[in-house]
């Protein structure tokens, strides 16, 4: 069974532009969440989508969003680009058996996004 | 304010000894953990989860001991392997809160390196 993809590996951006990030969860999973890692602060959630619905958010701004489309792919784009926002984003599926449920995420590779 | 802590930054340990890796929480309302391997330039790979039932978790040579009176919860692995050397990653979610339950809070890792 194929794992977690992300496209693209690697990304360079100035500041002020925007980005979309792609993600195709493993077969059968329905739930995708987006985390970002920085050296200071690690992983970070940032929201999950379960059929095509945000279903959690993190303390994020709101120039960060994101979509499921009703294959289970998803995306995420990120606004008006800071220097900040420079770290690796980390897309992972699971395939949220409900509340009360164990939740393993299986992670994807990652996106490594420079804001220059 | 770090909901789960993993205060040791690094730890270094002979091949075919135990590594013990410690991660505390804060959170009462956390009750499922899971800990998560990192090489550079991967996503976290899943290793090993316990419900907050349960007290030990066993897979192979890998271990989770869970103490909920003190929320502490650590890894053994056992013998340990130069190939063990990673990143080591402890997450905690409220699988029983809906609207809570996909969100995985990580610590900052623990460097594990395996000396031959």
């Known amino acids: 069974k194929a794992g977690v993809t992300q496209t693209p590996r690697y990304l360079i951006k100035t500041r002020g532009q925007q980005v979309t990030l792609s993600c195709s969860p493993i077969?059968?999973?329905?739930?995708v969440s987006w985390y970002q890692q920085t050296p200071g602060q690690g992983l970070q959630f940032l929201f999950e989508?379960?059929?095509?619905?945000?279903?959690n958010k993190g303390n994020f701004p709101g120039r960060f969003s994101g979509r499921q489309f009703s294959n289970s792919r998803s995306e995420m784009n990120v606004s008006t680009l800071e220097l900040g926002d420079s770290a690796l984003y980390l897309c992972?599926?699971?395939?949220?058996?409900?509340?009360?449920?164990?939740?393993?995420?299986?992670f994807g590779p990652g996106t490594r996004l420079t804001v220059l | 304010d770090q909901q789960v802590k993993q205060n040791s930054p690094s730890l270094s340990v002979q091949e075919g000894r135990i590594s013990i890796l410690n991660c505390d929480y804060t959170?009462?309302?956390?009750?499922?953990f899971l800990w998560y391997k990192k090489y550079p330039a991967e996503g976290p790979t899943f290793l090993i989860s316990?419900?907050?039932?349960?007290d030990k978790n066993e897979d192979g040579r890998f271990t989770v001991f869970l103490n909920k009176s003190a929320k502490h919860l650590s890894l053994h692995i056992v013998p340990s392997q130069p190939g063990d050397s990673a990143v080591y990653f402890c997450?905690?979610?409220?699988?029983?809160?809906?609207?809570?339950?996909?969100?995985?809070?990580f610590g900052k890792g623990i460097t594990l390196s395996v000396r031959p």
């Open positions: 989508y379960f059929s095509e619905t945000q279903r």
């Open positions: 316990i419900s907050s039932i349960k």
């Open positions: 997450a905690a979610s409220a699988i029983r809160v809906a609207g809570a339950n996909s969100k995985l809070t």
């Open positions: 959170n009462s309302m956390f009750d499922y």
């Open positions: 077969s059968g999973h329905r739930s």
């Open positions: 992972a599926s699971s395939l949220a058996v409900g509340v009360g449920g164990s939740n393993e995420q299986f």
